[in-house]
């Protein structure tokens, strides 16, 4: 399984980007998908997920700023990110797990990685 993400840019503070990540197989009641960032000197954290159920669940630092969803006839899997901050500067992750149906929040509980997109916020 391949991921491949793409969106990753350079913005000023408060612009908006939105990150794409599509998959070479059909992502639909398969798998639970997920994007993490790591920042330099920091660990890998789970950004937003979205679950095979159609739940969705976000880091408290960006909940009302950045939306997660899938469109599972593109096998492609979207975080939209508005009013970016500085502190959003990371190499963001698109994640797949096929063994559960609610997503983790552990990089290590996730099966396939894309290559990562970067994104830098300036003040």
């Known amino acids: 399984v391949r991921l491949v993400e793409s969106g990753g840019d350079s913005v000023q503070a408060g612009g908006s980007l939105r990150l794409s990540c599509v998959v070479s197989?059909?992502?639909?009641?398969?798998?639970?998908m997920a994007w993490f960032r790591q920042a330099p000197g920091r660990e890998r954290e789970r950004v937003a997920s979205?679950?095979?159920?159609?739940?969705?669940t976000y880091a408290a630092s960006v909940k009302g700023r950045f939306t997660i969803s899938r469109d599972n006839a593109k096998n492609t899997l979207y975080l939209q990110m508005n009013s970016l901050k500085p502190e959003d500067t990371a190499m963001y992750y698109c994640?797949?797990?096929?063994?559960?149906?609610?997503?983790?929040?552990?990089?290590?509980?996730?099966?396939?990685w894309g290559q990562g997109t970067q994104v830098t916020v300036s003040s």
């Open positions: 979205s679950d095979l159920d159609g739940g969705t």
């Open positions: 994640a797949a797990d096929s063994s559960s149906r609610l997503c983790s929040r552990y990089p290590a509980d996730f099966d396939y």
């Open positions: 197989e059909s992502i639909y009641a398969r798998y639970c």
